[in-house]
């Protein structure tokens, strides 16, 4: 299900939030993703085995301008 969420954050330069299977959670942009995630995170470029991936949470951010909500 997660591996979705990681596609679309690829493609859309997204920030994501990933929890690992241990218990750790890395947040960063996504670069590549083969068989290991390649993510840039504030202590540099880090590298995830898709095996150790539990689950991952993307961040959209609204752009007031293209916001169908916002009041003109």
Known sequence: MWEKEL??????????TIYLIDGAVLQGIP????DCLKMRSVYGPVWVPLEEIKHVSRLIRLDAKK???AYS
Do not use: G, R, Y
């Not at 596609?7 to 994501?16: D, E, G, N, R, T």
């Not at 670069?31 to 083969?34: G, K, P, S, V």
């Open 67 to 69: 916001n169908l909500l």
């Open 31 to 34: 670069d590549a993703c083969t």
């Open 7 to 16: 596609k679309i954050a690829i493609q859309k330069k997204q920030s994501v």
